[in-house]
């Protein structure tokens, strides 16, 4: 089964880095699209950054362009975010996610503290 395991959350204080990683299983990787949200306490779940298939061409939230970079290595199953200039309103729980035909599969998510 679609397995999605996140890591590398943690806290920083505002203007500092992260970097998200996202390790996939049980399924064909690098055919799909994948995509990272994020919920912040009270908030939506909000697409914050998406990579397709083959890595070519990428999308971002307006409030995380030019801060946040998405990537993915196929070789590895994995797909990353770098976050950097991170704001305390980019505090929220991180969440890998790939969607396949009608069905949508998150992660466990990655909580991401941005405090001073």
């Known amino acids: 089964q679609v397995q999605l395991v996140e890591s590398g959350g943690g806290s920083v204080q505002p203007g500092g880095s992260l970097r998200l990683s996202c390790v996939a299983s049980g399924f064909t990787f690098s055919r799909y699209t994948m995509n990272w949200y994020r919920q912040a306490p009270g908030k939506e779940r909000e697409l914050v950054a998406a990579v397709t298939s083959d890595g070519g061409s990428t999308a971002y939230a307006d409030s995380v362009k030019g801060r946040f970079t998405i990537s993915r290595d196929n070789a590895k199953n994995a797909v990353y975010l770098q976050m950097n200039s991170l704001k305390p309103e980019d505090t929220a729980v991180y969440y890998c996610?790939?969607?396949?035909?009608?069905?949508?599969?998150w992660g466990q998510g990655a909580q991401v503290t941005v405090s001073s």
């Open positions: 996610n790939v969607k396949k035909w009608i069905n949508d599969y």
